[in-house]
């Protein structure tokens, strides 16, 4: 198992950046996928971004494609996602996921093949 704890949400105005930031414990997240899912009220948890550290894959929903990336330092244990362009749809609580499965050619992007979920953070983006 590995222990993941979210940091970085906030509030931001229509248009502008946060950083999310995912720490693990427990075990080297390059080991995982690291994915990234958000949750908004009253809406089922959807898959937003994630990364195989290992084949160097990285994989997006078309909701934030060209806005939002994904990535990892392993020195630091840390997965980041940097949310650009932001807009009021993107208002959710904003959750880190670590999964063992995955391939050079399929990164995991479905909720219940990630078995490590943090807390979340909550990210509200104002119009």
């Known amino acids: 198992q590995v222990q993941l704890v979210e940091s970085g949400g906030g509030l931001v105005q229509a248009g502008g950046s946060l950083r999310l930031s995912c720490a693990a414990s427990g075990r080297t997240f390059t080991s995982y996928t690291m994915g990234w899912f958000r949750q908004a009220p009253g809406k089922e948890r959807e898959f937003v971004a994630a990364i195989r550290w290992s084949y160097g894959s990285t994989y997006y929903a078309d909701s934030v494609k060209g806005r939002f990336t994904i990535s990892g330092d392993s020195a630091k244990n840390t997965v980041y996602l940097q949310m650009n362009s932001l807009k009021p749809e993107d208002t959710a609580v904003y959750y880190c996921?670590?999964?063992?499965?995955?391939?050079?050619?399929?990164?995991?992007?479905?909720?219940?093949?990630?078995?490590?979920w943090g807390q979340g953070t909550q990210v509200t983006v104002a119009s």
């Open positions: 996921a670590a999964g063992r499965g995955g391939s050079e050619s399929y990164v995991l992007r479905i909720r219940y093949e990630y078995d490590s």
